[in-house]
């Protein structure tokens, strides 16, 4: 090859080069900035003041709620955002301390599942939990304590004591698993009530490492069986809302038996489970989630809700169903179209309308990238 001709051809390469660097960066910084718009657009629209520190609004401006579920998602998407340098600690702090402020005592440091506008002012309905909210509580503590490890804050203590907390008040012997709250924990029939987006095998690893508590262990051990059962009991591998355990059998819940219509179906609680199932590297968990995934692979359109044969409970799509579904196709080339097609949800803004399924979209926004 002659120098001129070698000359050209190193040149050609070069300009290759250059423009594939150009291209990688320009779709890293699209998303870069989708997440960080994301986050602030959500923030703007459902992080609220409060005198003890700032929570996630649930209700409307005029009527303002606040859940623990919502503030442990809250806390997680935050978090999220320091890691990437969106936000900082700050930002994190002030959701921590109304977390704080509103458990149940110092001893029993779950959060009050819910507070609101009463006529003493602003204030928590009862003295119950939400496991599911707590257990997202738990988890991003632990991540803070990570992050922020000299923080005065203690995040590492609080998350050690969140997480005794539920051991105590929100654990069945009779089912070996975690109920939905401690008011359920003391009641012979609700104990054997389990709320399947409480079942994440990847958070009672993740606690069972940073605790060295080996009930952990044995609750995702006992967690996975579980799941395993319930995805072999249907076609489809839809789980539900709720479902009752016993020592040979776990059950849907019957239509109205404690939240609603839905549930014994694949509705607004179950909707969580990909999310919750994805992170888990065990085999058992990824073949109940694999077997959700090809039911919903099958689907010309993803609906907000099914029974557990599969038929739709509605004729919309929805955030708070395809979110968690996109985060669990996440480079799985075996769902490449199912990812494909849930990324519809990027298409609109965020706006306020929305908080469970802007929150989830948030959320699986933040992790994906």
């Known amino acids: 090859m002659s120098i001129h001709r070698l000359v050209k051809y190193l040149f050609t390469v070069l300009i290759l080069v250059s423009y594939i660097g150009l291209v990688l960066f320009s779709i ?55 890691q990437k340098g969106y936000t900082k600690e700050d930002q994190f702090m002030r959701l921590f301390h109304y977390y704080k ?6 001893q029993n440091t779950l ?17 119950n939990n939400a496991t599911d909210g707590d257990l997202d509580i738990a988890y991003a503590l632990i991540q803070a304590d990570k992050l922020w490890p000299d923080s005065f ?25 975690l109920t939905v709250g401690n008011w359920a924990t003391v009641d012979s029939k609700a104990e054997t009530m389990i709320r399947t987006s409480d079942m994440i095998p990847h958070y009672f690893e993740t606690f069972a490492a940073y605790t060295k508590d080996p009930f952990w262990t044995k609750l ?23 479902a009752w355990v016993t020592a040979s059998s776990i059950t849907p819940l019957k239509p109205n038996e404690i939240a609603g ?10 909707a969580r489970v990909p999310l919750r199932l994805a ?34 409970l509605v004729k919309n799509q929805s955030n708070s169903f395809s979110a968690p579904i996109l985060y669990a196709t996440k480079g799985d080339k075996n769902f490449s179209n199912l990812y494909a097609s849930q990324r519809w949800i990027f298409n609109y803004a965020i706006v306020g309308k929305d908080y469970y399924g802007d929150t989830l979209k948030v959320l699986v926004l933040l992790k994906l990238y």
């Not at 700032?54 to 997680?76: R, W």
């Not at 203690?154 to 105590?168: E, F, P, R, V």
């Not at 579980?226 to 789980?239: E, I």
């Open 28 to 82: 890293s910084s699209n998303k870069e900035a989708l997440q960080k718009n994301s986050y602030w657009d959500w923030y703007r629209n459902y992080v609220s003041q409060s005198s003890k520190g700032t929570f996630v609004n649930t209700g409307t401006q005029e009527d303002p709620v606040a859940l623990s579920e919502s503030q442990g998602y809250g806390m997680l998407i935050t978090l999220l955002a320091a």
């Open 101 to 106: 402020a509103n458990r149940i005592s110092e």
């Open 111 to 127: 959060m009050k599942w819910q507070q609101k506008k009463s006529s003493n002012g602003w204030s928590s309905v009862d003295q």
């Open 153 to 177: 804050e203690q995040y590492g203590l609080a998350a050690q004591q969140l997480l005794a907390s539920i051991k105590a008040h929100n654990y069945s012997e009779k089912t070996g698993l």
């Open 220 to 242: 995702e051990a006992h967690t996975t069986k579980a799941l395993t059962q319930m995805s072999q009991q249907t076609s489809t591998g839809l789980l539900p809302d709720f």
């Open 261 to 270: 219509k839905n549930d014994g179906d694949y509705a607004y609680n179950a």
């Open 279 to 312: 992170d888990s590297d065990k085999p058992e968990v990824k073949k109940t989630l694999d077997k959700m995934l090809m039911f919903f692979e099958k689907q010309p359109v993803i609906y907000g809700g099914y029974t557990l044969k599969g038929k739709p």
